[in-house]
T-cell receptor
Framework: ELKVEQNPLFLSMQEGKNYTIYCNYSTTSDRLYWYRQDPGKSLESLFVLLSNGAVKQEGRLMASLDTKARLSTLHITAAVHDLSATYFC???????????FGKGTHLIIQP | DAGITQSPRHKVTETGTPVTLRCHQTENHRYMYWYRQDPGHGLRLIHYSYGVKDTDKGEVSDGYSVSRSKTEDFLLTLESATSSQTSVYFCAIADGTGVHIQYFGAGTRLSVL
């Protein structure tokens, strides 16, 4: 059974600081996804990581994947308030039979 | 929301009543999914479909059934709603290409009293 663990589950940080969210998964996966969710809203796709060593960057967010360690990270650089949200990682166990999600990281960025 | 419409957006119902949630897409994507989101659990897969009349169970399928008679519509039915099914339900679609990004609808907030 595929399990996905995120940590931390809650993070409060100040603007301008850097931080990293970690996502560990238990079995081999073809694809790893990062999503953002604002309160009361839908999920927005941020990154898809397909291969070992993959790195994707968009603005102040950078995601990476280490398939050997079964670990993905989402790094936030010089955080700004607008990045406050809940971030989920999700793993595709193979085929197209749905994603297994982590519990999410609730990120609050304070001025 | 990537051409996905969920209806209703909010529903309050009583224990024991049947409830049907609808997901409609205009993207002609092959794959459709139903998830539920509960505090402390992230999202969990209920059922999914890989084509018309082709469906399969997910992690938390007990108490739910689905139907897909047309490419654009995926229905989720709670035959006899229970309070444990109070949740936010999200539909997602994907086109089945190599990247296979799932795009999510706006969600349906269901309260079972």
């Amino acid at each position: 059974e595929l399990k996905v663990e995120q940590n931390p589950l809650f993070l409060s940080m100040q603007e301008g600081k850097n931080y990293t969210i970690y996502c560990n998964y238990s079995t081999t996966s073809d694809r790893l996804y990062w999503y953002r969710q604002d309160p009361g809203k839908s999920l927005e796709s941020l990154f898809v990581l397909l291969s070992n060593g993959a790195v994707k960057q968009e603005g102040r967010l950078m995601a990476s994947l280490d398939t050997k360690a079964r670990l993905s990270t989402l790094h936030i650089t010089a955080a700004v308030h607008d990045l406050s949200a809940t971030y989920f990682c999700a793993v595709d166990g193979g085929g197209a039979d749905g994603l297994t999600f982590g519990k999410g990281t609730h990120l609050i960025i304070q001025p | 929301d990537a051409g996905i419409t969920q209806s209703p957006r909010h529903k309050v119902t009583e224990t024991g009543t049947p409830v049907t949630l609808r997901c409609h897409q205009t993207e002609n994507h092959r794959y459709m999914y139903w998830y539920r989101q509960d505090p402390g659990h992230g999202l969990r897969l209920i059922h999914y479909s890989y084509g018309v009349k082709d469906t399969d169970k997910g992690e938390v399928s007990d108490g739910y059934s689905v139907s897909r008679s047309k490419t654009e519509d995926f229905l989720l039915t709670l035959e006899s709603a229970t309070s444990s099914q109070t949740s936010v339900y999200f539909c997602a679609i994907a086109d089945g290409t190599g990247v296979h990004i799932q795009y999510f609808g706006a969600g349906t907030r269901l309260s079972v009293l």
